[in-house]
């Protein structure tokens, strides 16, 4: 521990508090062996049990401060809220002098303002990505429209146009949101409190993460590092391990693993149904798994958001084409319930990764076919994609995707280890 038994002050921002849950909270307790961590999380979508497991972690002291920040997304009433909480508090922010502040993407306006108003210039500013990545996405949007015939979508007002028709579509109230979360949000609200405006640019957008005045990016897949270094050639990038990964227990069961279990995705969340040619082909990509897993009965997780009872209907659905199905709540992480699976299958989303790092011995599958509506190459997306077994849009695949085996992840750089070199180095 540097200077004797005095330990360094770390802020750790996660926007997504059920992903902070998933994917960090393992490694608060080993961060707070080396530093005084306070952490910040937005108080939207917590469930009870996580809820407690974090303020658990202030009741045993493994965390010095627990900053629950009013989420701005609902209403303007919470809208308010927020900057109000961040504006009567950043004051006592920046006298705890913070050493180092680490966060999932540094975009967002409270990133934005922790980094401007609340740490010194010699406070090291990192960003973890553990999500899949928009600046592989939007290669992987583009290489995917370059393969369409259709000039249409590679002319420049096509972004325009569609932006046009979504707000057509959806009417007042997604143009009311636009407002209120980006014009209010990122500019006029800022300005009046700090004088400074966080808008939100097609670069913002197009990066997520934002590494201006970052000294560091955290990526856990390799092509991901790589492509970050073009736009932030002046910063560190690190590859670093998946912050939850070495919690498998599967060397203690004994019993034999039948379910497979199918991640209701953000994609498909609160959709109220999933069009007809995406149920054909994922009864057609279950049918594979099961046959060639031995598997009988698929849990359809989910999402932490889902608000409507359509994945029931869902599941009704699969019984009536054969398979057996039924709903799982999400308020366990990947960490805590992957062992006890066959299989991971899921539409593409982070949840793969999640999976992946959870367990060595389930087999981790994407979906491609159900996974088209995104427009994107999904396998670009994922960048490395390591672990990761994929059956095709055709429903073909590699039969080594269905091998038993230990996965042993690659040796990569520990996220708490290179924070502790990174601030000693001031």
């Known amino acids: 521990m540097p200077d004797g038994n005095i330990k360094k002050k770390l802020l750790i921002y996660w926007g997504n508090p059920y992903i902070f849950y998933e994917t960090m909270l393992p490694m608060v307790s080993r961060l707070s062996k080396s530093f005084d961590v306070s952490l910040m999380l937005i108080d939207t979508y917590l469930p009870d049990n996580i809820r407690s497991e974090v303020k658990a972690l202030l009741e045993k002291r493994v965390i010095k401060n627990l900053l629950m920040v009013p989420s701005p997304r609902d209403r303007w009433r919470d809208l308010f809220a927020h900057h109000r909480y961040i504006f009567m508090n950043m004051k006592s922010w920046r006298k705890e002098g913070f050493d180092a502040f680490m966060t999932s993407n540094g975009s967002e306006v409270l990133d934005r303002c922790l980094i401007e108003f609340a740490l010194s210039s010699s406070a090291k500013k990192i960003c973890v990505s553990t999500s899949v990545t928009n600046l592989l996405r939007t290669e992987a949007r583009l290489g995917y429209q370059r393969t369409l015939s259709s000039g ?223 427009g994107l190459d999904i396998k670009h997306w994922f960048g490395e994609g390591e672990g990761i077994g994929w059956i095709e849009e055709d429903g073909s695949f590699d039969p080594a995707i269905f091998e038993k085996k230990k996965y042993v992840a690659k040796q990569n750089n520990d996220v708490a280890k290179v924070l502790m070199e990174l601030v000693n180095a001031n």
């Open 152 to 374: 249409w979508n590679r002319h420049p007002l096509s972004w325009y146009l569609n932006l046009a028709w979504f707000y057509f579509r959806s009417g007042f109230q997604s143009l009311h949101k636009y407002i209120r979360l980006n014009f209010f949000h990122r500019i006029l609200i800022p300005f009046v409190l700090f004088g400074r405006t966080f808008p939100h640019t097609r670069a913002d957008h197009n990066l997520l993460i934002d590494a201006r005045g970052a000294d560091a990016l955290f990526f856990t897949d390799v092509a991901e590092a790589q492509a970050y270094q073009k736009p932030f050639p002046d910063t560190k990038i690190y590859l670093v391990s998946y912050p939850s990964s070495g919690g498998c227990r599967c060397a203690e069961r004994s019993d034999s693993k039948k379910n497979i279990l199918v991640p209701l995705t953000t994609g498909i969340c609160n959709t109220g149904k999933i069009p007809k040619a995406m149920l054909d082909m994922l009864v057609r990509d279950l049918k594979i798994i099961l046959q060639n897993t031995g598997g009988e009965t698929v849990h359809l997780r989910l999402h932490p958001r889902e608000a409507n009872n359509w994945p029931y209907d869902l599941a009704d659905k699969l019984r009536s084409r054969g398979i057996q199905a039924e709903c799982v709540k999400s308020e366990r992480a990947y960490r805590e319930i992957m062992c006890d699976y066959l299989c991971l299958a899921s539409l593409a989303s982070t949840s793969l990764r999640d999976a992946r790092a959870a367990c060595d011995q389930a087999l981790i599958i994407g979906l491609l076919g159900p996974s088209m509506g995104l």
